[in-house]
Antibody, heavy 118, light 107 residues
Framework: EVQLVESGGGLVQPGRSLRLSCAAS????????MNWVRQAPGKGLEWVSY????????NYADSVKGRFTISRDNAKNSLYLQMNSLRAEDTAVYYC???????????WGQGTLVTVSS | DIQMTQSPSSLSASVGDRVTITCRAS??????LNWYQQRPGKAPKVLIY???SLHSGAPSRFSGSGSGTDFTLTISSLQPEDFATYYC?????????FGQGTKLEIK
């Protein structure tokens, strides 16, 4: 059974950093592209970042470019999102999602809540 | 970047109704268009991919059509569990923008 489990969310002050993790199981992680998607309270889905299966191609939404860094460790079946210089508008549930190449996000984690507040 | 625009933003309908939601891309995306359903407090689930292909496990009352810039999601006969928010998303590039969502409510 495919499972994606996010962790690392919590309350953080503006300007500080946080690192999210996504533990994958039930599939060959190293062969799939992965993404982070977030959803602010009461708002829609916002795609945040993409990483190719090998990690050599990465993209970011303009709203996080230069502050967030996506990475993966295929040996540990894990996806990461390093979030620096956090702002109040980064408050959201963050989901990791498996990517079927040039296609849909077919599996999602349950999400982890990040709250940026003083 | 490709922008995705859905309409309407919200919709009221009754059980048994046929409902259509539209999605427009800011440039041609061929058939690289997906539809997701999200219930409150839950992660999204994919319904339709490649504009018109039904994802495994999605009910057959859901269908999609379109190509280029204009797409539609149709629910043939609304069921109580279909009242949720629906999102389109392009997969034309690795910057996978979503539409703003359409909230489907019970009339």
């Amino acid at each position: 059974e495919v499972q994606l489990v996010e962790s690392g969310g919590g309350l953080v002050q503006p300007g500080r950093s946080l690192r999210l993790s996504c533990a994958a199981s039930g599939f060959t992680f190293s062969t799939y592209e992965m993404n982070w998607v977030r959803q602010a309270p009461g708002k829609g889905l916002e795609w945040v970042s993409y990483i190719s299966s090998s990690g050599d191609t990465i993209n970011y939404a303009d709203s996080v470019k230069g502050r967030f860094t996506i990475s993966r460790d295929n040996a540990k079946n894990s996806l990461y999102l390093q979030m620096n210089s956090l702002r109040a508008e980064d408050t959201a549930v963050y989901y990791c999602a498996r990517d079927r190449t040039v296609s849909r996000f077919d599996y999602w984690g349950q999400g982890t809540l990040v709250t940026v507040s003083s | 970047d490709i922008q995705m625009t859905q309409s309407p933003s919200s919709l009221s309908a009754s059980v048994g109704d046929r409902v259509t939601i539209t999605c427009r891309a800011s440039q041609s995306i061929s058939n690289y268009l997906n539809w997701y359903q999200q219930r409150p407090g839950k992660a999204p689930k994919v319904l339709i991919y490649a504009a018109s292909s039904l994802h495994s496990g999605a009910p057959s009352r859901f269908s999609g059509s379109g190509s280029g810039t204009d797409f539609t999601l149709t629910i043939s006969s609304l069921q109580p569990e279909d009242f949720a928010t629906y999102y389109c998303q392009h997969s034309y590039s690795t910057l996978r923008t979503f539409g703003q969502g359409t909230k489907l409510e019970i009339k």
